[in-house]
Structure formats: structure tokens, C-alpha cells
């Protein structure tokens, strides 16, 4: 376990962007905030800084950018298996 | 305020390069303007696949496109190129150019008789020009006179972190003296109506983004209604930019929105259209890097700056691309190609404030003649006519 830097954008995000390739385990850190990834997590990937509930918005740059497919642990990677966002779809599911 | 030096065009423009276009009206007169252009110093073909077979707003959009390139003060003078049969006639296209004052001269590959004589005619007039474009020289010019073109392409995570938001600080410089500055693509600034409504100069400058942002969506749904995605292929966010780390094209406007700075928006301006007047436009381009890049240099813009993520080598021919990375680890790989790299914001070793100053000057440097990455070794893929509606 080592600690990893991270960067959260906007007061007020859910997610964080992490500063370099993070192993399951490591501690994810910004200021006075540490979050233990719960999996591999690559660099500018983003990782969840609280416990969310299934359709929560996910919020980076103080902004919406998708919505939360499933329930969602603290120190997770939020990424396309798990976000989903309501603009520019392009055809059906 | 700041100067940089660059030609000094009749109708008060500023070019910050001194070629010669040479530019076919329809494709079938592509390899003669090659031919052309390949004999003269200084000299550049813009082939295409336009020109005939097209209609109304289609057809009227290739017409503007090309005028716009010959226009474009990077180009000190131009020769068109038409065969003599096809919808854009190349003497109409010259007139839309000549409006400019600068030397333009136009011939039919028909009227001619073929290829050899209308390359012959051809070479003696770019000729001509070339010779009347060495005698010029660099002159200051203020910041008020610079089209700065804003575009990413290749985008990852560190673009919106740091790669646009230093250059948007660059931007807000420029704008402050009262130069002039193209934000576009508008696919990609889906989900950023909220933050456009703030930057809007006034409420009928509001309508207008909504309404090209709107009609942008309403396009995406005609075209892929009937077409099943898999979630990877969802809308606008391209391999590259997932594995960069970005989710959704709503997270890739967010990023993408903070190139234009902090300035209000005064205006929209279409596709490869010249602004009347100065500041920040919203370009009403969609498409790829190249149909964006184009209808940036169409509408007149002497540089563009084009941020990347996971690099990207493209140029355009006659008109310096800057590339800046937010990536430390794609400048190290790609540095042959990268002009500046703002990952040293995220690296912890310079501040934003810093990167944005930097990426200024080297905006001035590069007006007054330091060559890009991409204009040293030749790169010119950015070319290519956006097609009405289509993208």
C-alpha cells in the first residue's frame, strides 16, 4: 500500500481524479482527504469519494458529467461501467 | 498592449505566414493545383473532394469554405483553379477573395486546354506572386488583429485539467486586448448550456448557442436513430478518450468549454464564417479535427492552438498548429510532435497561471515566424470541407 496523489477539482465533487496509476489498496490523497481504491485505478482515472446510491449524479468541476448505473462504494473507479450520461447518445442501447 | 509581427494585408488584416494558395474550385482540378503548387516557392494546394454535385446550403457551405481559406491573411495571395463545367466556379470563388485587395487570379483548366497548358498558366502566375510576396516585409501588428482557432483532439483527462484551462488563461489575454478568439466544437460542448447562459455576452447571444447546440443534438438522433451502440461506442467520446480516462461526452465538454477562458461570448458565427467584429465567438462547426480546424482558418483565424491529450501530429497547411499536451508522459513520447507541455501543471511543477502565460508567449512567438512541430516536418492533414449537416 502506498499513498497515490489526487486531485479533486471543485468543492463540492464525488469524484476524484487520481494523479498517477494506483493499485488496489493504495491511498488516494488530496489535502485532507485519503481514499483507499477498492481496485487498480489508472492515472486520470476517477475514483468515488463516498458511498453513492444507484442514479446519484456524479459531480467533477463542481458539474454533472453522468449519472451513477448502480450502488457505489467508496474508493471505487468510476468509469463507463458504472456511469452513464443523459446527453449526445448516439443510436439505443 | 502586446505586438507580434506578422504581413500586413490591404483590407488591414494580419497575416503571421506569406504563402501562396493555390486552390482548386471542384476536385477535378486537384492535381492540376498540385502540379502548380509543387513549382513554386512558397506555394500550397488545397485539394478536396468538393465542388460539384452538391446543392443548396451543402453546395453554398463548400463555397464559403473555400472563399474563407482564400481570404485568410496567412495567404498573401491566391490562385483558383476550376475545370470550367462544375457548380463552384472558380471566377466566382476568385471575386469572393479578390473582396480582400489582395492579388488573386483564377483560370479553367478547360479554357486552357488541359492539363499541361492550364499547369503552364498556372505556374507563371503563382510565379508572378511569389515573386511580388518576397519583397514583403514583417511589420508589428496588435494582439487586436489576431483569429486565435481553439480545438482539442486526442482528448484525455488531462485536458480539461490542465492543458485547456492554461491555454483558456492565454485566451483571456488575448481577448482582454481585444483580439478575437474561435471556441467550436459543438458536439462536444453538449451539456455545457448551463455554463454558456453565464458566459453569454447578452440573451439573444444565449439563443443563438442554444439553438446551434440543440440543432447539433437533433442531427446526432437523425443520423444514429436506427443504429444500435454498444456502450463504447456511445456518442462522441472515442476509444482514446475513454482509456484517457474520460466517461461521457457531458465530462469531455466540461474539460473541453475551459479553452475559451473566462470571457463572454459576443456572438455566433457558422461554419467558415468571418466574424464582424472582435472577441470571443462560438464557431457553429461540428465534425472531426479536420472539418473544425478548417472552418477555424475559413473563418480567419492566423493560428489555432489545439490541445491533446494522448498527441496528435496533425497540421494545416499555411496556418501554425500549437500543440499542447496536459500529459507529461505524452509530450516525453510524443515531443517530436508536441509544441508545449502544461502536464507540468499536473506534474506539481509550474502553476496554471504559469502554463497559461508560457503558452501566450508562445503564441506571439510562433505569430512572429517560430515554426510549429507540425509545420517543420510538414504537416497538413487538417484540410478537409465539412459537408452541411453531416458530421
Redesign the interface.
Known sequence: MSEK?M?I?APGDNVG?L?EDAKKGDVAVYQNTRVTCLEDI?????IALSDLPRHTDFI??G????YALRDIKKGEW???HN???V??????? | MDQMLGYRRPNGTFGVRNHIAVIPSVFCANHTAKLVASQVQGAIAFPHINGCGQHGKDLQQTIDTLAGIGRNPNFGAVLVIGLGCERVHAKDLAALIAETGKPVEYLNIQEKGGTLKAVEAGVRIAREFAFQLSLQQREPFPVSKLILGLKCGGT???S??AANPALGLAVDRIVEQGGTAFLSEL?EL??TEH?MKRRAATPEVYEQISAVLSHT?DV?ERM?????????????VTPGN?D??V?????K???GIHKSGSCKFVGVVGYAEQPKGTGLYLMAAAGDDSDIATSLVAGGAQIIAFTT?RGTPTGFPGVPVLKITG?S?TYRNMEDDMDYNAGRV?D?EITLEQAGQEIYQEVLKIAGGKPTKAEVLGHDELFSIGRYDCF
Open positions: 496523489r486531485l477539482l481524479v494523479l489508472q492515472f486520470c482515472h476517477k467533477k468541476y458539474e454533472i458529467i453522468g468510476i468509469h463507463t456511469l452513464d450520461d446527453r449526445g447518445r448516439e443510436g439505443k442501447l | 484525455d483527462a488531462t480539461g485539467i458536439a453538449l451539456g455554463i443534438e446526432l444514429t436513430k436506427d443504429y444500435v451502440r454498444t456502450s463504447e461506442q456511445a456518442a462522441l475513454f484517457g480516462g466517461s461521457s461526452v457531458s465530462e465538454a466540461l474539460g491529450g500529459n508522459k499536473m506539481g
